[in-house]
Nanobody, 124 residues
Framework: QVQLVESGGGLVQAGGSLRLSCAAS????????MGWFRQAPGKERQFVAT????????YYADSVKGRFAISRDNSENMVYLQMNSLKPEDTAIYYC?????????????????WGQGTQVTVSP
């Protein structure tokens, strides 16, 4: 069982930056693939970024590539999402998710554990 708690969301103007954090409870945190997803009102949950247990392999949605960066600190059981050059269309609730094993996935159903989400609002 892994408990995930996100933080760092808020209101920012277009072009600004935010850094989301996700704290994980599991001591074997490095054995989990981590992902960030987002969900805007009336829309399905959407893949944002994922990285391997070691942090050495990352993958991003085309819509955020070059603007967002996912990273992790296994010594602190933390995963981060640095978001730069934010756009109004990035407005959503952002969720941290964990998947046991080594295979990354962009599919929400493949992730076993989810945080409660943190709201990100980007004003024009």
């Amino acid at each position: 069982q892994v408990q995930l708690v996100e933080s760092g969301g808020g209101l920012v103007q277009a072009g600004g930056s935010l850094r989301l954090s996700c704290a994980a409870s599991r001591r074997t945190f490095s054995r989990y693939v981590m992902g960030w997803f987002r969900q805007a009102p009336g829309k399905e949950r959407q893949f944002v970024a994922t990285l391997s247990g070691t942090g050495g392999s990352t993958y991003y949605a085309d819509s955020v590539k070059g603007r967002f960066a996912i990273s992790r600190d296994n010594s602190e059981n933390m995963v981060y999402l640095q978001m730069n050059s934010l756009k109004p269309e990035d407005t959503a609730i952002y969720y941290c998710a964990a998947r046991p094993g080594v295979v990354r996935s962009t599919t929400p159903a493949d992730y076993d554990y989810w945080g409660q989400g943190t709201q990100v609002t980007v004003s024009p």
